[in-house]
């Protein structure tokens, strides 16, 4: 089945700062989603982006799907940002079974 | 609100026994879906309805046992539970892919502690 690597597997920032993530996948995709899991655990979408930008106010995402990986730009972070970041997709022809990468761990210090 | 909801939201229990957990969406999707986070946060699809109709099956135990009785419903139920059955289900709803767009959306989850 299709792979999805995400790097950097933890990520620690100061408050302010800026921060990418990224998401490579090893085969085509219809559909590619980042979440948020916050500290109480609940999945939140931040992004439903199988390609092109999007841009959610201090939140961007990028997905270049012909080279088959995903950016999700965080500006400005902020001590609420800290949680899990997962990136989800759904291969070409698999069904809308969507397949996680292991997730990074973002902690943003004040 | 419009959402996706599951009850209960925690659940302990001992092993041997019975249990089931219930989701319900108001999005208007025809597609609901059940995941399981394990202890490591890993996230995997285990089963998956369209419009009542069983379409994904995961490998999972056939002690795990999905019953959509409506497009707006999915619940779980979980015979002869084990400890290794310990984990957060999360419930979810979208689309089919097939119209197009199929972004997912999904419940609160459901702590199991199985003891």
């Known amino acids: 089945g299709i792979q999805v690597e995400q790097s950097p597997p933890d990520l620690i920032l100061q408050e302010g700062a800026n921060s990418t993530l990224r998401c490579n996948f090893s085969d085509s995709v219809n559909n590619l989603q980042w979440f948020h899991q916050n500290p109480w655990g609940q999945l939140i979408n931040l992004f439903y982006i199988p390609s092109g930008t999007k841009q959610n106010g201090r939140l961007s995402a990028t997905t270049v799907a012909t080279e088959r990986y995903s950016l999700l730009y965080i500006s400005s972070s902020q001590t609420t940002d800290s949680g899990v970041y997962f990136c989800?997709?759904?291969?070409?022809?698999?069904?809308?079974?969507?397949?996680f990468g292991k997730g990074i761990t973002l902690s943003v210090r004040p | 609100d419009t959402a996706v909801s599951q009850t209960p939201k925690y659940l302990v229990t001992q092993m041997g026994n019975d249990k089931s957990i219930k989701c319900e969406q108001n999005?208007?999707?025809?597609?609901m879906y059940w995941y399981k986070q394990d202890s490591k946060k890993f996230l995997k699809i285990m089963f998956s309805?369209?419009?009542?109709?069983?379409?994904i099956n995961e490998t999972v135990p056939n002690r795990f046992s999905p019953k959509s009785p409506d497009k707006a419903h999915l619940n779980l139920h979980i015979n002869s539970l084990e400890l290794g059955d310990s984990a957060v289900y999360f419930c979810?709803?979208?689309?089919?892919?097939?119209?197009?767009?199929?972004?997912?959306?999904f419940g609160p989850g459901t702590r199991l502690t199985v003891l």
């Open positions: 999005l208007g999707h025809d597609t």
């Open positions: 989800a997709v759904v291969n070409t022809g698999a069904n809308s079974k969507l397949t």
């Open positions: 309805y369209n419009n009542k109709e069983l379409i």
């Open positions: 979810a709803s979208s689309h089919i892919l097939s119209r197009g767009y199929n972004e997912q959306f």
